[in-house]
């Protein structure tokens, strides 16, 4: 019975797509591709359990005030991938959370910068910019960030009401 306990407990199976870490007596030792392998049970354990593929993250909508003191609400999109399983699993401890995290942070930074009409007309420089300040970021965790876009840039009902305002005000000259 424990002959059977400890082969079932040494074979496993790493699914396509993932990719796990392997520790000997809790300190990382091997990395583990797609397949069927062995570990020494008791002594090895299964650490971590990476997704190596494309993976989308929600950036929830934020409340971001403008470089002309306009309210905007802007959400985006991420996507990203594991590209170092070791430095994935022991530089960082929640992925998603921290990317997260990361990219509301510079989406605050950036948008902050700029005034409201530029920002509405601007959203693949604005793209560009988030892109590269991100991916710098999640370089040394082991994670490329393949692309970050602006879904919406909502002005907020003060906003919209100024906007209309400057465009009213900045119409075709009428002369006297």
Same mark, same amino acid.
């Given at each position: 019975?424990?002959?059977?306990?400890?082969?079932?407990?040494?074979?496993?199976?790493?699914?396509?797509?993932?990719?796990?870490?392997?520790?000997?007596?809790?300190?990382?030792?091997?990395?583990?591709?797609?397949?069927?392998?062995?570990?020494?049970?008791?002594?090895?354990?299964?650490?971590?359990?990476?997704?190596?593929?494309?993976?989308?993250?929600?950036?929830?909508?934020?409340?971001?005030?403008?470089?002309?003191?306009?309210?905007?609400?802007?959400?985006? +999109?991420?996507?990203? #991938?594991?590209?170092?399983? /070791?430095?994935?699993?022991? $530089?960082?401890?929640? !992925?998603?959370?921290?990317?997260?995290?990361?990219?509301?942070?510079?989406?605050?930074?950036?948008?902050?910068?700029?005034?409201?009409?530029?920002?509405?007309?601007?959203?693949? +420089?604005?793209?560009? #910019?988030?892109?590269?300040? /991100?991916?710098?970021?999640? $370089?040394?965790?082991? !994670?490329?960030?393949?692309?970050?876009?602006?879904?919406?840039?909502?002005?907020?009902?003060?906003?919209?009401?100024?906007?209309?305002?400057?465009?009213?005000?900045?119409?075709?000259?009428?002369?006297?």
């Amino acid at each position: 019975m424990v002959t059977l306990y400890t082969l079932f407990h040494s074979i496993v199976r790493v699914r396509r797509g993932f990719t796990y870490t392997v520790e000997r007596f809790g300190q990382y030792c091997r990395t583990l591709e797609p397949g069927f392998h062995l570990i020494v049970p008791f002594v090895e354990q299964i650490g971590r359990r990476i997704n190596m593929m494309e993976t989308m993250l929600d950036i929830p909508p934020l409340e971001v005030l403008c470089a002309d003191n306009a309210k905007v609400e802007v959400d985006a +999109d991420c996507c990203f #991938l594991v590209t170092n399983p /070791v430095k994935a699993s022991y $530089e960082i401890n929640d !992925i998603s959370y921290a990317l997260r995290i990361l990219a509301m942070t510079n989406i605050r930074t950036v948008v902050g910068l700029m005034e409201l009409d530029k920002m509405l007309s601007a959203r693949d +420089d604005i793209n560009t #910019l988030l892109f590269a300040v /991100v991916s710098r970021a999640a $370089e040394p965790w082991g !994670i490329k960030v393949t692309r970050i876009e602006l879904r919406n840039i909502t002005p907020l009902t003060a906003a919209k009401t100024t906007v209309r305002q400057q465009h009213a005000n900045t119409g075709p000259a009428t002369s006297p």
